[in-house]
């Protein structure tokens, strides 16, 4: 069951709240796995229960300027086996700004945030807080640049059991389409 509303509040200006109860039968649930002390992700599966509310909202002026931000938060139920949860994603949060500068150069920030399910007797995930900047320059319909800077908190998590997220980084690239 799902319901829902979509609000266009003047030109440019986009929202949607929403929410829902979903039963699914063998859900798959990222587990973590250790054996001969090696963390690895695994995989479980079991019947789960979701109550979820979720909204957007998105603005775009013209060509110029871009903003959104867009949350879910999810309330998860199995019977027995509540360990399964533990990597299950409980609020995730996305903020954007995109302004562009010139013709073809746009500046970018978008932060990420997501808290994981908390279950007895089981540590509490770290939650992820993931920020990046970047600069894209598009110089024609076929080359386009790109600077960007990843987890600008330098954040230490783990989006999947045993897979560490890169600390800082900077990527710079071209694109060539054919």
């Given at each position: 069951a799902q319901m829902g509303a979509n609000l266009?509040?003047?030109?440019?200006?986009?929202i949607h709240l929403g929410g829902g109860y979903k039963v699914v039968a063998d859900a798959l649930f990222s587990v973590a796995a250790d054996t001969l002390g090696f963390v690895y992700s695994g995989v479980a599966n079991h019947n789960a229960r979701i109550l979820y509310a979720e909204g957007d909202v998105r603005y775009l002026y013209k060509e110029i300027l871009q903003l959104s931000a867009d949350a879910r938060y999810n309330h998860w139920?199995?019977?027995?086996q509540q360990a399964v949860l533990s990597r299950t994603p409980q609020l995730d949060v996305n903020l954007l700004a995109r302004i562009r500068i010139i013709k073809g150069l746009y500046l970018n920030s978008d932060c990420r945030y997501v808290t994981f399910t908390e279950v007895e007797d089981t540590p509490r995930e770290l939650s992820i807080i993931n920020w990046s900047l970047g600069a894209h320059y598009a110089m024609d319909r076929q080359w386009s640049f790109f600077l960007d800077g990843?987890?600008?908190?330098?954040?230490r998590y783990q989006h999947y059991a045993g897979y560490p997220s890169q600390g800082f980084n900077v990527m710079a690239g071209a694109v060539f389409k054919f």
């Open positions: 266009r509040l003047f030109e440019g200006l986009s139920m199995v019977k027995g990843h987890n600008l908190l330098n954040r």
